[in-house]
């Protein structure tokens, strides 16, 4: 079913450009590429314009692993790592920049963070050479004396988990305090709802009321 | 939650691009923004070359406004306007160029098209002379003795039902024939799942076996 032979190629193009990205189907991208058919030449330049930019002007904090701008003056740290107002003692550990972004928006982590670009995945073919865990074990090393924790906040899914025990042996000779993240019931849950794992889970971790 | 405030200007700015796309959220849109931060250099010129692309080499086909390349050589009209192999007389009236593809992919329509670019719905603002109408009612009355038929491939909400109606009222009498897609249960479509108007319709419309 190739509806796009009865398009001009310029349309046919940007469907099967725009089918190419993630969760973006056939239907989907014909939709997109119609709705920006109707736009501005000037709107159409900024969202080309959007894309290119992010080719040169974007690249790894040198410490965490977090994104910042390739023309940051000052060095080669994210705005995080370069705050004074963070305890740069105190590291978190996440999977993903959105990650990090999820986390900043519960204000509650006052420390830095390092990022691993991923979980261990052996079905996959991810192995911890494929993460930043190498710069986090010799960052921990280098500021052994000084770093009060480090906060373990992979996901609770095996892979997260996994990757969350993997640095926990690495490290728990280091001197440093570890934690991990607490499982147990999602604010607002049901507990009929709730699956045995998450459950066993919430029993263990219980704290005083 | 502007979550971007950790982003570097590039990222953040792609994001704002993609979250304009309709059904494209702010999760969505930063979900594929660190997609595409993970593409090489060429990928995101193809991209947004695609997006560029449609901004000189696409324009409306003078007859039927399906699109068209501008670089068309012959004239101002679409491949399927050029066809020796369709027959001209018949035109099928649609509201959108992703109606028409549809319709193509059924392959049971031999004659041409005719796109409104939307449907009557004075509610949203359009009447009348927001759709290519006017264009509609002049092709007939320029071709009312070789035209011999005009198919009303409308959709069949209220919008295109009244768009349909329209159209009857205003051609009823230059002497071509008229005739309505026909509504009724779709093939695998299950009787009693079906609303009041479609059975009322599918009894209405039956046809000899």
């Known amino acids: 079913m190739d509806s796009n032979k009865y398009l001009p190629e310029a349309v046919s193009t940007l469907i099967e450009e725009l089918n190419k990205l993630p969760t973006i189907g056939r239907k989907s991208a014909q939709r997109l590429a119609f709705y920006l058919l109707r736009q501005s030449p000037n709107d159409l330049d900024q969202l080309a314009g959007s894309v290119l930019g992010i080719k040169d002007n974007v690249k790894f904090c040198s410490r965490c692993f977090n994104l910042t701008s390739a023309q940051s003056d000052e060095n080669d740290l994210c705005k995080i790592c370069n705050s004074q107002a963070r305890n740069q003692n105190s590291i978190c550990v996440v999977e993903e920049v959105l990650d990090l972004i999820a ?26 050479s494929n993460l930043k865990l190498a710069e986090l ?8 004396d000084s770093i009060d924790e480090i906060i373990l906040a992979t996901s609770t899914n095996s892979e997260g988990e996994a990757t969350a025990l993997y640095i926990y042996e690495n490290l728990k000779n280091s001197g440093v305090k570890i934690s991990r993240i607490a499982s147990g019931l999602p604010i607002g849950g049901d507990l009929d709802y709730a699956d045995e794992g998450t459950l066993r889970r919430a029993l263990k971790g219980r704290v005083g009321f």
Chains 1, 2 share one sequence.
């Open 103 to 128: 986390l900043e928006n519960t204000m509650e982590v006052s420390g830095v963070y390092h990022v691993l670009h991923g979980a261990l995945s052996p079905l996959d073919g991810v192995g911890p």
């Open 137 to 144: 074990f010799n960052r921990v090393k280098e500021g052994a």
